[in-house]
Structures are given as C-alpha cells and as structure tokens.
C-alpha cells in the first residue's frame, strides 16, 4: 500500500486487503462493470473525475515522470486504498494485463476521453 508502508513491503493485513481488492476487481472486470477502469488514460480520467475509490498500480508503470505516480500519490493522500505491487510479485503480471494500473471506482464515469479522436 502506498502512504505509511515502505516501499516493496506488505505487511500480512495489507496483503489480504489487497488480494481482497483485487478479486473484487477482477469480478467487477469480468462482468464488464463501469465501475471499473484501467490503463492510464482511463485512470487519469478517473483521478480528474474524483471516483477513484481502490487504485492498483504495477511499479513498472511508476516510472519517473508517469503521471500514475502522482495519481497514486494523490489518491492515497485523498484517502483512496491504493496498492503499488512491485515488480516478482504474482498479482503484478495481473495489472500488467490491464496496463499496468487498474481501479475500482466510486460511480462509473461519466465520460472518457477520447485520445484516438482527431
């Protein structure tokens, strides 16, 4: 978890929250739930909404200068569960395959940008 936690370190009550999150997660996503987004685009949108309530970021997608390191930062300072899994640990090729973050969010969103639009 990021805030109080070292980095790499989860402690045993934090590892079961977080696998708890992630099931939740991955139910929400496999019934195609709106109150899920993932990749970068749609969890920015996310954070600039306010409706991020659990983030999930892969520490290959914080890297210097990503935007997900201010958004988990942000976030978990707003009070959101947020969890940076590094890199070795199993869930982590799980949010490598919703590009490298993933949240459930408060309410769907009301929109998503569009960044394929011209």
Do not use: T
């Not at 409706?51 to 978990?76: H, N, R, T, Y």
């Amino acid at each position: 978890m990021y805030g109080g936690q070292q980095p790499g370190f989860v402690g045993n009550q934090d590892a079961a929250k977080m696998s708890e999150d992630w099931r939740r997660f991955a139910d929400l996503a496999f019934r195609r739930d709106a109150q899920v987004a993932f990749g970068p685009e749609e969890i920015e949108e996310a954070h600039e909404q306010m409706q991020i309530e659990v983030l999930f970021v892969g520490a290959g997608a914080m890297a210097l200068g990503s935007p997900l390191s201010d958004v988990a930062k942000q976030a978990s300072s707003e009070g959101n569960r947020c969890h940076i899994i590094m890199d070795g640990r199993p869930l982590h090729a799980e949010v490598a395959r919703f590009g490298g973050a993933a949240a459930i969010l408060k309410k769907p969103l009301e929109c998503v940008r569009s960044y394929d639009a011209k």
